[in-house]
Protein backbone atom coordinates (compact mmCIF):
# COMPACT_ATOMS: atom_id res chain seq x y z
CA UNK A 1 0.00 0.00 0.00
CA UNK A 2 3.23 2.30 0.61
CA UNK A 3 4.05 2.35 -3.45
CA UNK A 4 0.00 3.10 -3.80
CA UNK A 5 -0.66 6.17 -1.46
CA UNK A 6 2.94 7.47 -2.97
CA UNK A 7 1.66 7.18 -6.51
CA UNK A 8 -1.57 8.29 -5.89
CA UNK A 9 -0.04 10.93 -3.52
CA UNK A 10 2.05 12.81 -6.11
CA UNK A 11 -0.85 12.57 -8.84
CA UNK A 12 -2.37 14.01 -6.93
CA UNK A 13 -0.28 16.92 -5.91
CA UNK A 14 0.54 17.35 -9.66
CA UNK A 15 -3.00 17.52 -10.55
CA UNK A 16 -2.89 20.24 -7.73
CA UNK A 17 -0.17 22.25 -9.07
CA UNK A 18 -2.11 22.11 -12.54
CA UNK A 19 -5.59 23.18 -10.90
CA UNK A 20 -3.70 26.12 -9.23
CA UNK A 21 -1.35 27.29 -11.88
CA UNK A 22 -4.26 27.57 -14.37
CA UNK A 23 -6.65 29.77 -11.60
CA UNK A 24 -4.15 32.48 -11.65
CA UNK A 25 -5.12 33.45 -14.94
CA UNK A 26 -8.75 33.35 -13.99
CA UNK A 27 -10.17 36.82 -14.34
CA UNK A 28 -10.67 38.85 -11.41
CA UNK A 29 -14.90 39.93 -11.43
CA UNK A 30 -15.83 42.80 -10.70
CA UNK A 31 -17.79 43.77 -8.01
CA UNK A 32 -16.50 40.71 -6.24
CA UNK A 33 -14.04 40.14 -3.04
CA UNK A 34 -13.03 36.70 -4.01
CA UNK A 35 -13.26 36.33 -8.36
CA UNK A 36 -13.28 33.59 -10.54
CA UNK A 37 -10.52 31.80 -9.56
CA UNK A 38 -11.47 31.55 -5.77
CA UNK A 39 -13.01 28.38 -5.96
CA UNK A 40 -10.35 26.47 -8.10
CA UNK A 41 -7.84 27.55 -6.27
CA UNK A 42 -9.66 26.18 -3.13
CA UNK A 43 -10.02 22.58 -4.36
CA UNK A 44 -6.47 23.17 -6.05
CA UNK A 45 -4.89 23.31 -2.52
CA UNK A 46 -7.69 20.38 -0.83
CA UNK A 47 -6.32 18.20 -3.38
CA UNK A 48 -2.24 19.58 -2.79
CA UNK A 49 -3.07 18.42 1.13
CA UNK A 50 -4.60 15.54 0.23
CA UNK A 51 -1.82 14.42 -1.73
CA UNK A 52 1.17 15.64 0.50
CA UNK A 53 -0.65 13.78 3.43
CA UNK A 54 -0.27 10.59 0.83
CA UNK A 55 3.09 11.07 0.28
CA UNK A 56 3.65 11.39 4.00
CA UNK A 57 1.93 8.87 5.11
CA UNK A 58 3.73 6.05 2.35
CA UNK A 59 7.25 8.08 3.30
CA UNK A 60 6.04 7.08 6.79
CA UNK A 61 5.66 3.74 6.23
CA UNK A 62 2.12 3.32 8.33
CA UNK A 63 0.94 0.35 7.53
CA UNK A 64 -2.66 -0.23 7.47
CA UNK A 65 -5.22 -2.63 5.86
CA UNK A 66 -6.72 -2.84 2.99
CA UNK A 67 -10.53 -2.59 2.96
CA UNK A 68 -11.10 -3.00 -0.89
CA UNK A 69 -8.69 -5.76 -0.88
CA UNK A 70 -9.78 -7.21 2.00
CA UNK A 71 -13.78 -7.53 0.95
CA UNK A 72 -14.40 -9.47 -2.37
CA UNK A 73 -17.03 -7.60 -4.77
CA UNK A 74 -19.91 -8.18 -4.38
CA UNK A 75 -22.96 -7.91 -6.32
CA UNK A 76 -24.56 -5.14 -3.70
CA UNK A 77 -20.96 -3.32 -3.83
CA UNK A 78 -21.68 -3.38 -8.05
CA UNK A 79 -25.47 -2.55 -7.77
CA UNK A 80 -24.66 0.57 -5.16
CA UNK A 81 -21.81 1.92 -7.31
CA UNK A 82 -23.93 1.48 -10.87
CA UNK A 83 -26.74 3.53 -8.74
CA UNK A 84 -24.56 6.33 -7.31
CA UNK A 85 -23.57 6.32 -10.96
CA UNK A 86 -27.31 7.01 -12.08
CA UNK A 87 -27.73 9.53 -9.86
CA UNK A 88 -25.06 11.58 -10.91
CA UNK A 89 -27.00 10.98 -14.70
CA UNK A 90 -30.50 11.61 -12.95
CA UNK A 91 -28.91 15.07 -11.72
CA UNK A 92 -27.40 16.22 -15.07
CA UNK A 93 -30.69 15.19 -16.99
CA UNK A 94 -33.08 17.00 -14.02
CA UNK A 95 -31.35 20.23 -12.20
CA UNK A 96 -32.33 22.18 -14.99
CA UNK A 97 -36.02 21.02 -15.44
CA UNK A 98 -36.29 20.37 -11.52
CA UNK A 99 -34.30 22.77 -10.16
CA UNK A 100 -31.34 22.39 -7.86
CA UNK A 101 -33.13 22.83 -4.43
CA UNK A 102 -35.68 19.53 -5.37
CA UNK A 103 -33.11 17.42 -7.50
CA UNK A 104 -29.59 17.72 -4.97
CA UNK A 105 -31.40 16.73 -1.53
CA UNK A 106 -33.12 13.70 -3.34
CA UNK A 107 -29.76 12.72 -5.24
CA UNK A 108 -27.68 13.16 -2.06
CA UNK A 109 -30.56 11.13 -0.18
CA UNK A 110 -29.75 8.46 -2.70
CA UNK A 111 -26.26 8.07 -2.53
CA UNK A 112 -26.05 8.62 1.57
CA UNK A 113 -28.64 5.42 2.14
CA UNK A 114 -26.47 3.51 -1.01
CA UNK A 115 -23.88 4.28 1.64
CA UNK A 116 -25.73 2.37 4.53
CA UNK A 117 -26.06 6.36 6.14
CA UNK A 118 -28.96 5.82 8.35
CA UNK A 119 -32.17 7.25 7.36
CA UNK A 120 -32.23 10.35 10.10
CA UNK A 121 -28.49 11.75 9.15
CA UNK A 122 -28.90 10.91 5.63
CA UNK A 123 -31.90 13.31 5.30
CA UNK A 124 -30.59 15.77 7.65
CA UNK A 125 -27.03 16.14 5.51
CA UNK A 126 -28.49 15.95 2.12
CA UNK A 127 -31.16 18.89 3.24
CA UNK A 128 -28.35 20.48 4.87
CA UNK A 129 -25.44 19.70 2.44
CA UNK A 130 -28.31 20.99 -0.51
CA UNK A 131 -28.66 24.83 1.25
CA UNK A 132 -25.32 25.24 2.17
CA UNK A 133 -24.20 24.45 -1.24
CA UNK A 134 -26.89 26.82 -2.78
CA UNK A 135 -25.89 29.39 -0.52
CA UNK A 136 -22.36 29.38 -1.53
CA UNK A 137 -22.87 29.43 -4.84
CA UNK A 138 -25.84 31.75 -4.57
CA UNK A 139 -24.58 34.77 -2.08
CA UNK A 140 -20.84 34.26 -2.07
CA UNK A 141 -20.02 33.23 -5.52
CA UNK A 142 -23.09 34.67 -6.81
CA UNK A 143 -23.42 31.94 -9.38
CA UNK A 144 -27.07 31.06 -9.30
CA UNK A 145 -27.95 27.88 -9.82
CA UNK A 146 -31.13 26.31 -11.50
CA UNK A 147 -34.26 27.07 -9.94
CA UNK A 148 -36.52 24.85 -12.14
CA UNK A 149 -40.16 24.97 -11.17
CA UNK A 150 -39.94 26.54 -8.21
CA UNK A 151 -40.09 30.31 -8.56
CA UNK A 152 -36.69 32.47 -6.90
CA UNK A 153 -37.06 32.40 -3.35
CA UNK A 154 -35.10 36.04 -3.34
Not at 23 to 42: E, N, Y
Not at 55 to 76: K, M
Not at 94 to 100: C, M, P, R
Not at 118 to 132: D, K, N, S, V
Request: glycine share 10%; hydrophobic share 60%; charged share 10%.
Amino acid sequence: MRAVDLRVGVALALLAAAVLWSAQAFPVVPGQQLGAGFLPKLVGTGLLLCGLGLVLRSLRGVAYDDPVAASSSSWRDIASALLILATIAAYIALADKLGFLLIAPLCLLAVFRVLRVGWAPAIGFALGGTLLVHLAFYKLLRVPLPWGVLPPLY
